[in-house]
């Protein structure tokens, strides 16, 4: 017997392949909350509207209110049988309340209605993330505090370029990620528009007040045209791109922690509980957590890419299609949180070797712009410093040595204008506390970019 809810224009059962192909509720039953929030709200709406009758509508409101505490405990359990989340409360209320339970879906259909889960979905968890990504900025502004002095080696083209402090780098990351925030908050504006009322297309006929059903939900607005309110998957698209870029900037991270942990570089060392061993060689501790997540960027830009690759042909308004897309963003949510709740204790409790930082950046010459910068300001045109001091560092690298060690008199060869100042204006102390400029490696100037950070998340 054919008991779909969509039963009548057809006389013959489905395939029970094709069931099992159009079925989502394997994945879509995570959105049950959502799912019974929006229908208590509409059927408040269609009581209080007289569409249908206020005792049925408050009647239909506790048996979803049963239906979610037997879900939440556990008393319920989804069937699998069911082709998605929706067929499967509404099948539940009707079992639970007769003809009564089945006056629920009047006025709707399944197209704004998994239009509106997916927005309420999506909205909370945003508003799960975006508290993940202050705790990790506050991770990096309490490690940056302890590090004001902590000199290291910049880079430019993984060389070492000028000396900063691990403050300072580490303020680079909170950067990216308050932006990271930024974008999240952005999508969930344009996210809070209400869909419910759509209609399957052309809206409904009866004399719904979408409006009451936006305020009971807490969105910001209704959706202004129904074709777009059900077909619209654009949020899902922005969400799995600032995901994409959270993903890009901790992957980037976890670049830097990869090198840093390595014996080359020697940095950092990551604590036992978030590396592992070989199996075959027991010296081996590896960055395990970092190269997950480096990996598991990858696949998150697989999930925006499926999403943009899913609309770029749909017409309108709703096509099965788009049923494709809670898979992806649901991804993609689960894998940033993932590398989120690993990536903040694994930062919060790594050793820093500051000695191998201090010492990596006596080495290679990244002082050598400090000693232009000192010609010029003793009245040089800066490419005749900047020539001067290639030469001198040609120089060193020719008689192994570096500029620090270079005599006046080995300095005066090449320019009249040193004198003993040159030796302090090479220190690394001095070329990282000079640049005071916003934004700069100067204590005081990371300082500002910490309180800064710090304002950000409160």
Known sequence: MNNKMWAGRSSKEVDSRVNDFNSSISFDSRMYRQDIKGSMAHAEMLGDTGIIDKAESEKIIGGLKSILEDIDSGALQFDPEAEDIHMFVESELTKRLGDTGKRLHTARSRNDQVALDIRMYLKD???????MIKELIG????????????IM????????AQPITFAHHMMAYAQMLIRDIGRFEDTYKRMN?????????????????????CGLLGFDDITMNSLDGVSDRDFCIEMASAISILM?????????????SSWEFKFIELDDAYATGSSIMPQKKNPDVTELIRGKTGRVYGDLNTLLVMMKGTPLAYNKDMQEDKEAIFDAIDTVKLCLTTFIPMLSTMTLYKDNMKNA???????????????VKKGLPFRDAYKITGTLVAYCIKNDTVLEKLSLDEFRELSDVFDEGVYDAIKLETCVNMRKAEGGPAPE????????ARN???
Not at 361 to 370: C, L, S
Request: contains cysteine.
């Open 153 to 160: 080696p910049g880079y430019t083209h993984l060389q070492r």
């Open 125 to 131: 968890e945003i508003n799960e993330i975006i508290p």
């Open 193 to 213: 528009k209400m869909p419910l009322g759509s209609g399957a297309l052309a809206s409904t006929t009866y004399p719904i007040d979408r409006r009451q059903v």
């Open 139 to 150: 991770v990096l502004c309490d490690i940056a505090e302890k590090n004001l002095d902590t």
């Open 456 to 458: 950000a998340i409160k």
């Open 445 to 452: 100037a990371v300082m500002k970019q910490i309180e800064y």
């Open 248 to 260: 890009m900037h901790l992957s980037r991270f976890s670049e830097e922690i990869i090198l840093w």
């Open 361 to 375: 950046a006596a080495r290679g010459f990244i002082n050598a712009t400090d000693c232009a910068d000192y010609l």
